[in-house]
């Protein structure tokens, strides 16, 4: 059975003070958990302080973003090696972010899960679709097209070492989510991409989260689905209380 997965994404917030804090008191509230895989996605410069409060505990440490090169001439880009140092077994890669504001490619992308997967990092792609091309009935080519691009020339191993996001862009800080039946719809989808490229053992093991306004409130009706585990938790994840009971719900607590 797949484990439960629930990450939190704190984009461009928090100062290093504020970060630790709410890193204490999330561990303090979830120490006993064990049911949940749980991760934290600290902006960079608080990276290693949060890593300085959870090293010891049931909570991993991701990074929002990287480079694709171990190092050279990019200036103000992150390392892979540097996020290995400071502690981190995850990274998020293709945000809908990173692709709207940062222009970052299908091709980008690609290079950047090799290199997270080459450093031994856990790649957590998201893929999602805006709400024009739902409306124009395009949500499942779009998502398609982005895994293919994303994993092309990846084999069933390394594909395995991945977790995929799916983010509808359109449900993202809007304060809209989608229902449960329309989230399972494209997870089971994404699931049978992945079952079509590597194989029904890689699909049946593939960790597949929802992110898009996910909160205490309407994560029981999307955990219960087949085919959804767990979430990429954005503004949520900067409550304390939102975050531990979203936790401790999937949790079964």
């Known amino acids: ?35 949940v895989d749980i991760a934290l996605f600290p902006p960079f410069t608080a990276l290693y302080p949060v890593y300085e409060v959870i090293k010891d505990s049931n909570i991993a440490l991701g990074a929002q973003n990287m480079w694709y090169e171990s190092k050279g001439a990019y200036t103000g880009e992150t390392s892979p090696a540097f996020i290995v140092d400071i502690g981190c077994k995850y990274i998020i890669i293709g945000h809908s972010e990173r692709r709207k504001y940062f222009n970052e490619t299908d091709e980008l992308i690609n290079r950047k ?19 024009e091309q739902r409306e124009k009935g395009e949500t499942q080519k779009v998502i398609e097209h982005q ?5 092309m020339d990846l084999d069933s191993v390394q594909a395995s070492r991945t977790t995929i996001a799916y983010e509808p862009i359109w449900a993202i800080g809007t304060g809209q989510t989608a229902t449960p039946e329309i989230a399972e719809q494209i997870h089971k989808f994404i699931r049978g991409l992945v079952q079509k490229e590597y194989g029904s053992q890689t699909a049946d093991n593939f ?13 029981d009706g999307l955990i219960q689905e ?8 954005g503004g949520a994840s900067l409550n304390p209380k939102s975050f531990i009971d979203i936790v401790k719900k999937t949790s079964g607590g």
């Not at 994404?9 to 303090?28: D, G, Q, R, V």
């Not at 992110?211 to 205490?216: H, L, T």
Request: charged share 30%; with cysteine.
């Open 1 to 35: 059975m797949r484990r439960k997965f629930i990450a939190g994404n704190w984009k461009m917030n928090k100062t290093i003070e504020e970060a630790k804090e709410l890193a204490e008191e999330i561990k303090t509230e979830l120490n006993e958990i064990d049911k």
């Open 113 to 131: 899960i090799k290199t997270a997967l080459e450093w031994k990092l856990t790649p957590i792609v998201c893929l999602g679709e805006t709400l």
């Open 147 to 151: 895994f293919n691009h994303g994993f």
């Open 207 to 219: 960790q597949i989260l929802y992110g898009g306004s996910v909160k205490p409130e309407n994560i």
């Open 226 to 233: 087949l085919d959804i585990d767990g979430a990429l938790v």
